[in-house]
């Protein structure tokens, strides 16, 4: 096993051998790829970072913006058993940094019991011969001449050579890029306030470190109502500030950033299967997120400070203007909720105060988000240059199944899969679903790359249609019978088998029962006389040998018996994924 990176970092990579996979990324996107690929195969497989520690740098953005508690339940997170991380919590006697958030929630994990358990627990088990290489950047990505091929002795075209800023190069198969490039968002009041204030009086929450701050005493406004704004009010307000947070909308409370829906299939099936264009998925995916929320726990955080007078909040309104006279900010404020009738409803009906025409301050803090964009990033700026495809406002239209760019055998995992992923591909779930679709491909015993993917993509409004797949029995098979979708179930774990056991509660022939058995799915069609019965589990709990699981048929009793044949004997928690 390995351990802590910090000691395949004193390991010095082979830079003249071919290695199988170049991971670029150190946050938690790229611990998910490496997560996934562990005890795959015997691969080689390099890291590219110039940070030692796993995390490390997402753990100190992370710690800048005063995040305590992370906003996803303990279940996510790279291990493959779900509950790994709430037993290494009570193992280690550290329940009380698992906090519940809402009732139908799993409880929110401390920063801190995150990154500790992510250490001991995932990077300490990950493949022995991953190797790190510390290196500032990756500079290009280039397919290899047939002469390189030759001299590599590699077939051709199955092969890239990635060069970075120091002149070394390291020859790969694939290479898997686990990064989010974004650029601050910043209102344009902002920009001109700038330039006739001291340093460090106007930030963004990217360039604010809330630990190093001194706002005891001091007036500070955070302007923006999502959960950093939120975390930066709260921030201030316990270190002794006396604080007025300014928000567009109206808060929104809301456990996660968008439905649940789009953390599993319910969702994404019909955003892939149905005829959208990279125009139209942009546009569902901003309707999923139309606003900043914070969840309970945060909310919750607010409203103390607000009793004890340490907080101000006002609601719906927008900056018009903010001037720095030589030792304090002065913001003008304006409502935007219309005509000042509906004004004073909605405040009289929930107990909001009136926004103000100016208020004073001595620091303003910006929690005004990020934006994703390719662009941002000088590695995607070179690869766009040479193997351009169509940017949808900042994010590449990639090949759907292998979430690749096209022309070069280059993976993308992290939000800018968004346009095939969806609103979940900037969070663990879509990082979880980008990494078993990549890795899937990878293990092909061919090892193909991806430089397949036509250039057609650059067309205009390319479809992304993902054909729906043909079920066992179609409607006009049916033959008039009353059809019923199967809600109702038990299922059992015993080590290699997971059993599922369907009560139809009547007579039926074994020849019309059919089942077909997927690599983690399955769907089953029991015909009787009047009534067809239909069970369908897109995404089981973890993939599942299919020519070793069977079906068992009770003909009098009308039951019917899955068999499901897993691949090891970890216990499942969950029978759908």
Known sequence: ????????????????????????????????????L?????????????????????????????????????????????????????????????????????????????????????????????????????????????????????????????????????????????KSPQFKTLPQWAEEAKKNAPPGVLLHSQDLDCRKCDCAGKRVAVVGGGMTAAQLAWYAAKHGATVTMLTRHRVKKQEMEFDLGWQGMKLHRSFRWEHQ?????????????????????????????????????????????????????????????????????????????????????????????CADDCSSEKLLRTVQEKFPTRLVNGYPVLDDSLLAWPGLPLYLVGSLTMLSIGPAASLHPGWIQAAQKISTHLLGESFPIAGHVEQARLKEEVNLTVQRPKSLVEEDELGGRTKHEVEKYSWTDEEFLVTIRIYVNEPLQKDDVKVRFKKQGLELWALTRDNAYHLSVPLLYKPILEERCRLKVNEAKGRINLVLHKYDNHEWRFLKG
Request: glycine fraction near 4%; charged fraction near 30%; hydrophobic fraction near 40%.
């Open 1 to 36: 096993m390995a351990h802590e990176t910090a000691k395949n970092a004193t390991r010095t990579a082979d830079l003249s051998r071919v290695r199988h996979i170049v991971l670029v990324g150190n946050g938690p996107e790229a611990l998910v790829m490496a997560a996934q």
């Open 38 to 178: 562990q005890g795959k195969r015997d691969w080689d497989v390099v890291r590219v970072s110039d940070e030692e520690s796993w995390l490390e740098g997402w753990k100190e953005k992370e710690q800048r913006r005063a995040t305590e508690f992370l906003r996803a339940p303990g279940v996510h997170h790279p291990h493959h058993n779900k509950m790994a991380l709430r037993d290494f919590a009570k193992k280690s006697k550290r329940e009380k940094e698992m906090i519940v958030s809402a009732a139908k929630m799993g409880p929110l994990p401390s920063l801190k019991l995150y990154t500790d358990f992510a250490r001991e627990k995932v990077v300490r088990e990950l493949n022995a011969n991953l190797v790190q290489v510390n290196e500032e950047d990756v500079v290009s990505i280039e397919k290899l001449t047939a002469p390189e091929c030759k001299t590599l002795a590699v077939p051709d075209g199955t092969c890239c050579k990635v060069t970075f800023a120091s002149g070394n190069v390291v020859y790969s198969k694939a290479v898997v890029y686990c």
């Open 277 to 369: 264009t990279p125009s139209q998925r942009l546009s569902i995916c901003e309707g999923a997120r139309p606003q900043a929320t914070i969840n309970k726990l945060m909310w919750e955080a607010l409203q103390d400070c607000l009793r004890d007078n340490r907080l101000e909040l006002f609601q719906s309104c927008a900056v018009s203007e903010v001037l720095w006279n030589g030792s304090e900010w002065s913001i003008s404020l304006t409502s935007t909720l219309g005509d000042e009738r509906n004004r004073r409803r909605m405040f009289e009906e929930e107990d909001t105060p009136v926004v103000p025409a100016k208020v004073e301050a001595d620091f303003i803090w910006l929690a005004t988000g």
